[in-house]
């Protein structure tokens, strides 16, 4: 098969808002990931394809005043349906122009690591933050997957050279090195310290991993998540690579064919959308458009709770008093958390509410961790 097939496949996502695109073979899949892919039997190239972030301002999409941080990705409507959108048109084109059936297309909803077959496609290497950078395009980007009965050629050229050229694009002329360098800013910035120099990484140490994580962390985890609602940027926005994608101009169609119109925008967020969800045991449909709506009702509102006690909230305290009856244990251990936090600034009536729900809890792990947050306290108050 030829390169201009592959060719003719980029130019196309290029269209669509793609922002780098390469392909590999499938010589190095695991055969148990390839039938759990549901991969069809004549599969012979991978279409790995990148596209940036949603452009929008975190007050664009949240409006409060309880201090909250939302990851740039998770921004806008759910890449999920937005990308596989994309790929649904993409796919009817190419086999229509290539004149074969392309079918199977995937956004984060099959087993195969996308971040190991973008690297195999030459996309970009992975950096000392864990995450796979783009030359001229950084980190932040969404990865998608197109089977292809094809045997697509490795393109020659980089992907991301194929994609920018033409642009003027200044990112490509100042930031195309393949490494990290001598570069340790992620590791020096990340909250949790769960990136290391020689390359490991400590999930369990990560704000975006916790962000995600079910039943109840650690006091020393939760201090890791601070005020951050869903994900974290930290470790990218330090990064050289990412320079232009934070720079007013990153945004601006002349540079990199994208803009505000190519993402749909969901309702704004306030705090009671979040409180909400203890009232209604379930999410709103202006929350499920947001990508972290598949985490479920529950992590959600745990996730508010953590950052309304590490905000000090304490004009939510009569909300928070009537959610604590909530008749799930998780929920009512946060609800704990955030009365142990205001009884830490010296409010007795939440030291009170703490010690009520303690007394009154009856699920015995719950009940056990509201004892040490209790016990916390105690010995905070000796040490002062
Ligand atoms: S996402 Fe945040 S917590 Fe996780 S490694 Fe990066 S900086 Fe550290
Ligand atoms: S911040 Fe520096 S060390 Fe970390 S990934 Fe970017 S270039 Fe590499």
């Known amino acids: ?48 394809l990148a596209h940036q972030y949603p452009p929008f301002s975190l007050g664009e999409v949240y409006s409060g005043d309880v201090n909250i941080y939302l990851a740039q990705y998770s921004r806008g ?6 990308l596989k959108n994309k790929l649904k048109s993409l796919t009817k084109q190419i086999s229509s122009v290539l004149g074969v059936k392309h079918h199977w297309y995937g956004v984060d909803n099959h087993p195969l690591s996308e971040k190991s077959l973008a690297q195999q496609a030459g996309l970009g290497f992975l950096g000392k933050n864990n995450l796979l950078i783009i030359p001229g395009l950084g980190s932040l980007y969404f990865l998608a997957l197109v089977a292809s009965p094809l045997k697509l050629k490795y393109l020659v050229k980089t992907p991301a050279q194929i994609f920018f050229a033409g642009n003027n694009n ?92 190519n993402w749909p925008l969901p309702g704004k967020l306030f705090p009671a959308d979040f409180l909400n969800i203890a009232h209604n045991n379930s999410i709103s449909s202006k929350l499920a458009d947001y990508p972290f709506s598949w985490r ?42 955030y ?12 030291y009170q509410e703490l010690k009520k729900l303690y007394i009154q809890e009856s699920d015995n792990n719950c009940r056990e961790e509201l004892q040490k947050l209790l016990r916390k306290l105690s010995t905070e108050e000796r040490s002062q």
């Open 1 to 48: 098969m030829s390169l201009s097939q592959g060719k003719i496949i980029f130019a196309r996502a290029k269209k669509l808002g793609f922002a780098a695109a390469g392909v590999t073979g499938t010589a190095n899949l695991p055969a148990a990931a390839k039938k759990q892919a549901d991969l069809p039997a004549n599969t012979s190239s991978f279409i790995v």
């Open 77 to 82: 409507y759910d890449y999920h349906d937005h």
């Open 170 to 261: 200044k990112a490509i002329e100042l930031d195309n090195s393949s490494s990290c360098q001598g570069c340790n800013k992620c590791i020096q910035v990340c909250p949790g310290n769960a990136l290391n120099i020689n390359g490991s990484f400590c999930k369990e140490n990560c704000r975006s991993y916790l962000t995600q994580q079910r039943g109840i962390l650690s006091l020393s985890q939760l201090k890791i998540i601070a005020n951050n609602f869903w994900g974290c940027d930290d470790c990218q926005l330090v990064c050289p690579h990412n320079i232009y994608n934070y720079n007013a101009n990153y945004y601006d169609s002349t540079i990199r064919n994208y803009s505000k119109n």
């Open 296 to 337: 479920g009702a529950r992590i959600l509102l745990r996730n508010f709770l953590i950052n309304l006690a590490h905000d000090k909230a304490y004009n939510y305290l009569s909300q928070i008093i009537k959610i604590s009856e909530n008749n799930s244990p998780i929920i009512r251990y946060y609800c704990g958390y």
């Open 339 to 350: 009365f142990y936090n205001l009884a830490l600034e010296g409010r007795p009536v939440a």
